[in-house]
């Protein structure tokens, strides 16, 4: 454990780091009236190196290092590479998708990789203070791009929306970490898995678990702490969203595993049945509400809090199957979002002239391959088998099976019926024949889809990974499994392994 | 065994995908779509005849199986394999594939390559779903058919396509969802997919019996919504009368029959006895129900929608008679459905692209100026009557004199009822459009008979019915060995069985070990 350098420890998020860094230093030594595109792909090809790190972290020894506060294990780099996939994505999108007047452009990309950065380290932080630090590096860059559109009204509304309600759960976060260190005398995630237990005031430890839950809850979007969601997705950028609907979710499911299944696994029957109901609550009310939405972003953005509902079933999996089909389901939910988003950005421009559902009339008939895109990661979405959707939910909800949540699996799985009724929705609208008033309405011109060989990678790769995961889901699966292994017997020889969970289960 | 044997079945799923992919790549140009389409169905077609020639009749089990690892966990595999039941089903999935097409040439004027690139899709999803053995890839088949269905109905219904389509997806999908939790319990409990090693452990008794009946019972929810069994039929004349010709076809019965069969009666022997004094007597009310309804409609395919629902019920009926007669019977009458039905839609689809109406009151007379349509319709109606000599008389025949002796006579004469109503609105249909005076609409337009293209796919149909109708055992020899008897563990043995004709069943069960006798009297029945 010692002879592996600590720095190689951080290296993704350092790399990420370092070209963000250069990103804001050649921003601001450029004349004003150069364009801005080429920072764009520095951060692509910063961020791809930053995945290679990743991968080449597996060949280090799982630990470990700078004192105990930042870890690598199969685990941290199954996330870090999907974090830097969603990011390259995101990034690539939005090379062609920012109109040329867009204004600070190279803080755009040098705030999206400084996002990174703090996801990153959220994944990888074992103390619970750099989890924190963490976490607000990587809200602080999402807060302000959530606002980009500033000559709009939306924008700064959903930023400061985002912005409000997210110190706030970040605060009721900080609160239980305070707790916990009151009731335990440490921050270190495997030393409270050890102490929890035994605290002289357990009261401390449950009052703690129950805040850090809000706060991470809040970040995942989960029912009831919802709210934000729509609101920040409505007047957020589209190529942004695909960013916020994937990335920093994946970063705090990534979070939630490690606490509940990490340090509170003693806890088990107390939080099961919690995030039972809250997954229940998310899935139902975030397809009821998708169900009456006009706009397509507002719409996916209940589709989005309904998914953390399928996602949080896999929760009440035991142990290792729990956290490995989490770990698929989140894979699989970032390729069909960022790939859905993709879409949107590109149907709908940078300005979103076309945001309502009934835009899309004849989007078949308009642009045959953006049309049956959509209808790919909307079908993807619902979970058609063949599609990486249909894996996520079926490894999750045989989890919850096979954790004895059969009611929740089955409701999970009634709600996937209902979200069928709103995306099939749309699906039939974009395959409608443009009806004969709208064919008056033709010479609104339609925005032409900036396409070029950016976006295409980035659609590429979006279609591709979700193929995968529906076709051979089997690499996938694997790593996720590794991933799980490393979170439930944790590397360092000087951490006791934690409970069995399956002893407590409820 | 030839060589070409193991890979056979995955050549039928690969060539109607393959041909897809060429239709979606291909331009968009004069008929080039519907002629790739034609070739690859006639293709397909000429592959599932392959089955019936190289299957070794006789014997039982599966048969031009091909087991490959899939995905290690959970193990899936891709399994697929044919049997007696199974065979004449993807032969028939075949033969409508090119009828489909040409149902479809003129009727389909815009956008043909996403209609017939969706269509062969639609093809290889029903042929996965007729030879999967492994129970996942049979979910993943069985979904992935409703999609293309959906999207086809949308875009290319009559009037009001997209509520249809939501309709009918929403009807079949949401079943769905207990059918996966059910698959997946099944999996957490057994740790297998594979439909053998499934059937037998759900019958060694292993499994908690409360929990299997729910499961069974989710099995057969799904499959009741699709097939559809009274009352569970609400999306079927929406469906039916806005889809195209083509899809209507298929889109009722076959698929969730078999599938009852093989996964609900196949899988749960125990827990479909406990449930099939009730599936009976819906079954029952759907064939009359059906049939009332169907007497009162003014629109054909609603009409067509509710004679499908009396026949279908028919099926069931025999399904949950629970006697390996009823079920050869079952089998052979969804063929015969199939192959009538494919002809009375090419015809009733032929009219309306003649006539631009489906009212049936705006039709008359007809007979004089179209003496073919006429004649092939009548010959069609005949078939689903049950006229013997005609393949609905074999299948209606089995059905009714098993249910007779191996279930309930009340039941029996109940749907007998029900099979002399289909004569009367089928006949009633047929007086309306073709005889009696010349109506305004028919003497207004100026009409041709059936052309070569239409007169070459119905000629055949036409000749099946007969040859169905006069030599069934050509058929029934195969389908027999499908019907496996059901494996009866000491412990369902020795349970006191509830209902009479539960037991009338089983005794049958045992009794029809050597299943040749009936099968030849009916057939002097039929030639008598």
Redesign the interface.
């Known amino acids: 454990m010692t002879q592996v350098p600590d720095i190689y420890r951080i290296l993704p998020e350092v790399i990420l780091a370092l070209s963000g860094v250069v990103i804001m230093l050649i921003d601001a030594s450029l004349p004003a009236a150069w364009p801005r595109r080429p920072l764009g792909w520095i951060a692509a090809i910063g961020t791809t190196i930053a995945l290679w790190a990743s991968v080449w972290q597996l060949s280090l020894p799982e630990g470990a290092g700078f004192y105990a506060t930042v870890e690598t294990s199969a685990f941290t780099v199954f996330f870090h590479i999907l974090i830097c996939g969603i990011v390259l994505v995101a990034l690539l999108l939005s090379l062609d998708a920012l109109p040329e007047h867009t204004h600070h452009q190279g803080e755009f990309y040098a705030l999206i990789v400084f996002g990174a950065v703090g996801m990153c380290l959220l994944t990888s932080a074992v103390e619970l203070l750099v989890v924190f630090i963490a976490l607000e590096i990587s809200s602080i860059s999402t807060y302000i791009l959530a606002g980009w559109r500033k000559h709009t009204g939306r924008g700064p509304e959903a930023a400061i929306k985002y912005f409000l309600l997210g110190s706030f759960a970040t605060a009721f976060l900080l609160y239980g970490i305070a707790l916990i260190f009151g009731a335990t005398g440490t921050t270190q995630i495997y030393q409270i898995a050890l102490l929890a237990p035994a605290a002289q005031n357990q009261t401390l430890v449950l009052a703690a678990l129950a805040l850090m839950l809000v706060g991470i809850l809040f970040k995942v979007s989960a029912v009831p702490f919802h709210v934000w969601t729509p609101d920040v997705y409505e007047g957020a950028p589209s190529p942004v969203v695909a960013l916020l609907s994937t990335a920093p979710k994946a970063a705090a499911f990534a979070l939630l595993l490690r606490v509940v299944y990490e340090m509170f696994p003693h806890l088990r029957s107390l939080w099961a049945p919690l995030l039972w109901i809250v997954a229940v609550l998310s899935m139902t009310v975030g397809n009821l509400a998708a169900l009456r939405q006009q706009n397509v972003k507002r719409m996916l953005a209940y589709s989005a809090i309904a998914h953390a509902g399928y996602l949080l079933a896999a929760f009440a999996g035991i142990g290792e199957i729990g956290i490995a089909a989490a770990s698929f389901y989140i894979a699989a939910y970032a390729a069909m979002n960022v790939g859905i988003f993709a879409v949107v950005t590109l149907v709908a421009g940078y300005d979103e002239q076309l945001s309502l559902i009934d835009d899309y009339r004849g989007l ?2 308009r642009s045959p391959i953006l049309g049956s895109l959509l ?1 790919f990661f909307l ?1 993807s979405l ?1 979970g ?3 599609t990486g959707g ?1 894996f996520g939910k ?1 490894y999750s ?2 989890a919850a ?2 954790g004895g949540a ?1 009611r929740l ?2 409701i999970g ?2 709600n ?3 979200a ?2 709103y995306y ?2 749309l ?3 974009a ?3 443009p009806s004969s008033d709208q064919d008056g309405g033709q010479r609104i011109a339609y925005p032409r889809p900036a396409v070029g060989a950016a976006v295409i990678a980035a659609l590429f790769l979006a279609v591709a990974a979700t193929l995968v995961l529906g076709i ?3 690499a996938t ?2 790593a996720a ?1 590794s991933a799980a292994h490393t979170l439930q017997a944790p590397p360092q020889a000087a951490v006791p392994a934690v409970t069995d969970p399956a002893s407590v289960a409820r | 065994m030839s060589a070409f044997d193991p890979i056979i079945l995955t050549f039928i799923l690969l060539v109607p995908l393959t041909g897809a992919v060429l239709v979606a790549l291909m331009p968009d140009r004069a008929r080039l779509p519907n002629w790739i389409a034609l070739i690859t169905t006639l293709f397909t077609f000429l592959l599932t005849l392959h089955l019936p020639a190289h299957f070794i009749s006789g014997q039982s089990g599966f048969q031009f199986e091909q087991n490959v690892p899939w995905i290690e966990s959970p193990a899936i595999f891709y399994h697929v394999g044919v049997d007696g039941l199974s065979l004449w089903l993807v032969v028939l999935v075949g033969l409508l594939a090119p009828v489909g097409v040409i149902a479809s040439w003129s009727a389909i004027q815009t956008r043909r390559k996403v209609y017939y690139a969706l269509f062969l899709v639609q093809q290889t999803a029903m042929f996965g779903v007729f030879i999967s053995l492994d129970l996942m890839l049979y979910y993943g088949f069985w979904e992935l058919s409703l999609v293309p269905m959906a999207i086809l109905i949308a875009m290319y219904g009559r009037k009001d396509g997209p509520r249809a389509a939501l309709k009918f997806f929403l009807f079949t999908f949401i079943p769905s969802a207990p059918l996966l939790v059910a698959i997946l319990w099944l999996y957490a409990k057994t740790h297998t997919f594979n439909f053998a090693d499934l059937q037998y452990q759900t019958a060694s008794g292993v499994l908690p019996a409360g929990a299997l009946f729910w499961v069974a019972l989710a099995f057969l929810f799904a499959f009741a919504v699709k097939v559809p069994i009274f009352p569970l039929h609400g999306w079927l004349a929406d469906t039916y009368s806005e889809a195209p010709v083509a899809l209507a076809m298929v889109v009722a019965g076959k698929l969730s029959l078999y599938s009852m069969i093989r996964f609900h009666v196949g899988l749960f022997p125990a827990q479909s006895r406990v449930i099939a004094p009730l599936l009976i007597a819906l079954a029952v009310v759907g064939i009359l129900y059906g049939a009332c309804l169907a007497l009162v409609q003014r629109d054909f395919w609603r009409l067509m929608a509710f004679a499908a629902l009396s026949h279908l019920s028919l099926i069931v009926l025999a399904i949950y008679g629970l006697t390996f007669l009823g079920w050869a019977g079952g089998v052979y009458q969804i063929l015969s459905h199939g192959v009538v039905d494919a002809a009375l839609f090419l015809l009733l689809g032929a009219l309306e692209i003649r006539y631009a109406t489906t009212l049936i009151n705006s039709y008359g007379g007809l007979a004089a100026k179209l003496p073919r349509v006429a004649t092939y319709f009548v010959i069609a109606s005949l078939a689903m009557i049950g006229l013997p000599m005609l393949s609905g008389f074999v299948g209606e025949f089995i059905i009714l004199s098993s249910t007779f002796a191996g279930v309930s006579r009340p039941w029996a004469v109940a749907a007998a009822v029900g099979v002399i109503l289909s004569a009367a609105y089928m006949l009633s249909l047929v007086q309306r459009i073709f005889y009696g005076p010349e109506s305004a609409l028919t003497a207004s337009k100026p009409s041709t008979d059936l052309r070569f293209g239409e007169l070459a796919i119905l000629t055949p149909l036409v000749v099946l019915m007969l040859v169905m109708g006069l030599a069934p055992s050509l058929w029934l020899n195969t389908i027999r060995t499908g019907v496996h008897p059901p494996i009866l563990t000491p412990q369902t043995l020795d349970q006191p069985q509830p209902s009479a004709h539960a037991q009338n069943g089983q005794k049958l069960c045992c009794g029809l070990t050597k299943p040749t006798e009936i099968p030849e009297e009916i057939q002097r029945e039929a030639q008598r």
């Open positions: 078949v008939y209808i079908l619902i058609i088998p063949f249909f079926f909800f045989s099976v096979g059969i699996a089955v799985l009634l996937s019926g209902l069928a009724a099939l929705r699906v039939v609208v395959a409608q024949r051979i889901p089997g699966l694997d499994q």
